[in-house]
Structure formats: C-alpha cells, structure tokens
C-alpha cells in the first residue's frame, strides 16, 4: 500500500441529495473535504480534496446521517508517492446511515507491451 | 354473663385484646399498602439505572459497500487494428502474468492448460510451453494468463517479451489455435452449471462452513464460471488459497472440461476485511 499524499473527488448525486457537509472516512477518523466546491443536491456536483500523508488502511466516503444519497457517478484523484498519480470512476451507489463506500483502490498494476 | 366474661379474660390474660387487636388490624391493614409503595418505588430504580440520559448514544456501525469501477483504461483488446497488440501485466505477487491480446485466442470460451501434455495438438499452448519456465497457463477469450516455474517476484520482461512473440507469430500465421478435440469436448453451460453446482453443495460449501463461510455459483459463460465467496471466507486471509487449493481442484476434478473458474468476490468490504 502506498502513501496517499492528497486525492480529489468529483461526485455527482443522482435523484436523491443531502443538506450536511459531506465527509470521507480514513483509517476510521470521519473527516469533512477540504476546498469543497458544489452542493450534494439532486443533479449536482461536488467537489473536495485532502492531504492525507499517511497509509490508507480504508479510506471510505461516509453516508450521510439523514436520508439517502444517490450518487451517479464519482471520480476519484489519487496522489501517491513515488507513483505516478492515477484515477479511478465508479458507478451508481445509494449511501445512508447504514453504509459507507469504500473509495480507495491500489494503484494499477504495472503493464507493458511486448 | 358479662361479669363471667370479664373475669375469665382477666385471670387467661387477655384482658386487653380487645384493644391489642386494634393495633393489629390497623397493622394488617398497613401491609398492603407498604407493599404497594416498595412496588412502585422498585420499577424507577432499575430503569434509572438502564436509560442513563447523560449516557452518549451507541454509534451506528456501518457496512462498507463497494461502488462497481467504471474502466475507462484503453485496454489492448478495445484498440482496433490489424496489427496484433499484446499488452503483458504481472501479478503483484509476480508468479503469474496477464496477456491481453486485441482479438479472441478462444471464442467464448477457456481452456486451462495444466502442462505440456495437455497442450497436444493446441500450436498455441504448445509452442508457449516451449518457452523456458512456463508451468501453466489459462486461456480466456482475449487473455492469456501464464504461470512460471519459478514463484515469486522477478522481472517478467524477458519471458513477456518470449510469450508475445509465440502469440503473434501464431495469430499472424492464421493458424488453428486450440486443438479441434478440446474444442469438441467443451461441455454446455447447463451441464457445467449442474455439475459445478453438485460439487458446490456437496464438498466445497460443507468444508467451508466450519469457518462461517460459504460459496455461490453466480455466472456461466461457456465453461467459464464465476463464483462468489460469502461469510467467513469473504476478506479472509486465506480465501485465496481456499479458491486455488480446493475450489479449483474440486470443480477440474469433477468437470475436467472446466475453463477458467473466477472469484468476483470483493475481498475488501464486509465488516472485517483482512484485504483492506
């Protein structure tokens, strides 16, 4: 597992939104997103970072406490060190109290044409 | 009769009883009451003690969920041209290695090759056996996987560079790939279905629930199967393990026909992932 220097994310909700600040989960501290741009409201986008520096052990994006939040689509920067810097999209997802979702992905493996 | 009564109670003693047994009464009387009182004084003690309203509020624990991964990566295979593309990616633990080749090796289907002997009649498999320290290999539609001699970490370059020209110099040369026997002996899907499911219920899911966990046929494409690791197998430590010691040689023992057999579990969620 590599250090995670910083990571972004570019979420879009679906039908359903939420009114609070939208928080991230790392190794078990639920944190909110710093330089955070947009709204989490039906048909928006938001967008947030943060400077972790440390070994992501779970990084999770954290449901909201009230209500259900339909996320169409997210994208998700990682920066990490001694590694070029990578992105991973994933799909629809529905989140509430219950759940978090899981947002961190090893870098991709190494691939080489021959 | 009255001076009789009055004398018989003053020598037996009891004189007063008639004023002792007020006091009784009144006694007796006061009983169920005090009752009373212990029994609606008793209930507000014991749940004082239980709804503790300075206590903070469990908090709620909650399941990770993995979103699906939309791959947006150009893979060789969506690359359109006449040229043959091989994109070769090894494994993290590094005993094995992925060729994804921009068109079909097998249609449909897979086939796993488990040593020279196997790949009789196949030119693919045999001329990639040929190659210095290949042990296994596993062919699926577009993608080669190739299983060296030598485990563990080490470049792959070199024998990489060996197997993507056995690949090319085959798909150029239009030759027949698989041997027309294997082709012939690939079984349906229902036959693959019922049998991987028998072995399924009868060996695997009873060996695996002494440790809470469990097995689930849930895709077949050809003779290709796509299984789903649940309970105390999903995030264990050992799963992987599990799948190659004993799921795979359960199911090739009993359907020797079976091609690649794949794990869609994600290892990473559940409560208690040890693939965190």
């Not at chain 1, 928080?23 to 970072?49: I, Y």
């Not at chain 2, 041209?81 to 091989?86: A, K, P, Q, S």
């Not at chain 2, 690791?229 to 359960?250: E, F, P, R, W």
Request: hydrophobic residues 35%.
């Amino acid at each position: 597992m590599p250090k995670l220097k910083t990571f972004n994310v570019k979420i879009e909700t679906g039908d359903s939104g939420i009114d609070e600040p939208v928080q991230f989960s790392v190794n078990g501290f639920k944190v909110p997103f710093d330089n955070v741009k947009g709204a989490a409201q039906p048909g928006e986008t938001m967008e947030g970072s943060y400077e972790i520096n440390s070994f992501p052990h779970s990084l999770t994006l954290v449901g909201p406490d009230k209500g259900k939040w339909n996320i169409k689509k997210m994208s998700v920067e990682y920066n990490v060190e001694n590694e070029a810097p990578y992105s991973i999209t994933f799909g629809e997802i529905t989140l509430d109290e219950t759940n978090e979702a899981n947002i961190w992905q090893d870098p991709p493996l190494p691939t080489f044409d021959v | 009769m009255s001076i009789i009564n009055k004398l018989r109670s003053m020598f037996s003693g009891s004189a007063d009883k008639t004023h002792e047994d007020k006091p009784e009464t009144s006694q007796v009387s006061m009983r169920p009451l005090m009752d009373e009182v212990v029994a609606v004084e008793e209930p507000p003690a014991s749940s004082n003690s239980e709804e503790k309203p300075f206590k903070e509020p469990e908090p709620i624990k909650r399941t990770v969920i993995q979103p699906p991964i939309i791959v947006s990566k150009e893979s060789a295979e969506t690359v359109q041209t006449d040229e043959v593309l091989i994109k070769a990616e090894p494994t993290l633990e590094g005993d094995q290695c992925k060729f994804m080749v921009n068109r079909d090796l097998i249609e449909g289907n897979s086939w796993y090759f488990e040593n020279f002997e196997s790949a009789e009649g196949s030119s693919l498999a045999e001329s990639l056996f040929s190659v210095d320290g290949v042990e296994s290999m596993l062919i699926q539609e577009s993608t080669l996987t190739v299983t060296r001699v030598n485990k563990g970490p080490g470049d792959w370059l070199p024998m990489a560079k060996e197997i993507g020209a056995a690949i090319r110099e085959k798909l150029e040369a239009k030759e027949s790939l698989i041997s027309k026997t294997i082709l012939d002996s690939i079984p349906s899907e229902e036959e693959v279905r019922s049998k991987i499911q028998e072995v399924i219920d009868k060996e695997v899911n009873p060996g695996v629930a002494g440790h809470g966990g469990n097995v689930q046929l849930t895709n077949i494409k050809g003779n290709t199967v796509t299984i789903l690791m649940g309970g105390g197998c999903q995030g264990c430590s050992a799963a992987d393990m599990t799948l190659k010691m004993g799921i795979h040689g359960a199911f090739r023992k009993a359907l020797p026909t079976v091609g690649a057999i794949l794990d869609e579990t994600d290892h990473k969620a559940g409560l208690n992932p040890f693939y965190s």
